[in-house]
């Protein structure tokens, strides 16, 4: 078997996202996927991912793994050439499932657990879709500000935080997502919240548990974006809430403020979507400066790295949760690597997602059902892209065949 083209695909909708397949001369072509800033992964494909993979054999995934991940630059963190070669690496896992006539999951050593508990990541439907810079002007909030669909979580936990705790009790949710504190650190630089705000973005903590007590696990999102003073007097004014963990707390880029942070705190430091590369996540997991390992598969160097990073974690008895708050390929590559890993954790889902744009863009999604996610049992990944979306308007495809 040999490549014979590689494929990008992108969406004027959803400028964000960009698609990766990959073609063989037996007809079988591989998906993936990465997120944002899609532009430079798109140069990086076809400039110097395609004309090395073009003619080789997909089969031999830890080979080209080496190759991508191993650039003369661009080899650490999230950059285009990471986000780039975790696309094109996904795609090659979803064609080893289709040649083996075996999900992804099992491949890499079969499944763990039957279905993992799934989280609630209070994203409204328009959540950083806008091609902008991450932050409080791209959180797509309705023109009203108001709830006028059912799956509106942003403006929910922001207005409404104990009926949203309600709704995704009732549809079998124990976990959510919430983000209150953004506004505050842009406003400052990350340098300084106030006693009046710090109450304020409190109020959403006290409304989930007064209206479900301590059903519902809180998960803290921070997007990196405190200093070390602040975001430990931020975790003190947390701990009487209880939250399940504080996620990207600080930049992770030092390590000893990471181990420095989660001393001052006894909650759970959850860390990070922005590490790629099983290097990047050495220090972190040895030093234990988190307590849960999150990884994003679309940007950690795809299902090679991800499942790497995975077993260093338990060697260190610390659990990984896939990250996923950007598209339904790395939503399901995540949920393969969680049901095999022995240490997987949760599942992230952003339900607004879910219930509508993903299902536009691929066939298959995982089975969600009263909180938890059950795996798509197809060969590969266990879904494709919609042969509606390769016909759209606003479609880019731009093809690598030599």
């Known amino acids: 078997m040999k490549v014979t083209a590689i494929e990008t695909i992108n969406l004027e909708e959803y400028p964000n996202v960009l698609w990766v397949q990959v073609h063989t001369d037996e007809g079988i072509v591989g998906l993936g996927e990465t997120f944002y800033a899609v532009e430079p992964a798109i140069g990086h494909v076809h400039q110097t991912i395609a004309p090395y993979l073009l003619g080789q054999n997909p089969l031999q995934i830890d080979k080209h793994s080496r190759h991508m991940l191993y650039n003369y630059l ?77 799956y509106e979580d942003l403006v929910g936990f922001m207005k409404y935080a104990d009926e949203l705790a309600l709704s995704l009790l009732e549809e079998g949710y124990t976990g959510m997502k919430i983000w209150p504190f953004d506004e505050y650190a842009e406003a400052s630089n990350g340098t300084y919240i106030s006693t009046a705000d710090l109450k304020k973005a409190m109020v959403p903590f006290e409304k989930i548990r007064k209206a479900v007590g301590d059903k519902m696990d809180i998960h803290v999102e921070f997007h990196s974006l405190w200093n070390l003073p602040q975001a430990k007097r931020i975790a003190r004014a947390l701990a009487e809430f209880e939250p399940y963990w504080l996620e990207d707390p600080v930049k992770m880029d030092n390590v000893d403020v990471l ?144």
Request: charged letters at 20%.
């Open 259 to 402: 181990c420095d942070y989660a001393a001052a705190t006894p909650l759970t430091v959850c860390g990070s979507e922005t590490l790629g590369t099983r290097a990047e996540f050495r220090a972190v997991i040895e030093r234990r400066a988190v307590g849960v390992v999150m990884f994003d598969v679309a940007w950690v160097g795809g299902i090679s790295e991800a499942r790497k990073v995975a077993a260093m974690a338990e060697t260190h008895h610390l659990p990984v949760a896939p990250h996923d708050a950007t598209g339904p390929v790395t939503l399901i590559a995540g949920n393969h690597v969680v049901m095999n890993a022995p240490n997987g954790l949760v599942q992230e889902i952003v339900r607004s997602y879910y219930a509508t744009w993903y299902r536009d863009i691929v066939t298959a999604l995982p089975v969600l059902e009263r909180g938890v996610m059950f795996p798509l049992t197809a060969p590969g990944l266990g879904t494709q892209l919609q042969d509606s979306l390769l016909k759209r308007a606003d479609a880019r495809i731009r093809s690598f065949t030599g």
């Open 74 to 150: 661009g080899f650490k963190t999230v950059g285009a050439e990471m986000r780039a070669a975790s696309a094109v690496d996904i795609a090659l896992w979803d064609i080893l499932g289709q040649v083996t006539n075996q999900p992804i999951y099992q491949l890499l050593g079969g499944a763990s657990r039957d279905k993992v508990r799934a989280y609630n990541t209070c994203a409204g439907y328009q959540y950083v879709r806008a091609k902008s810079e991450q932050g409080t002007a791209n959180f797509g909030m309705p023109g009203d500000g108001g709830k006028y669909q059912p």
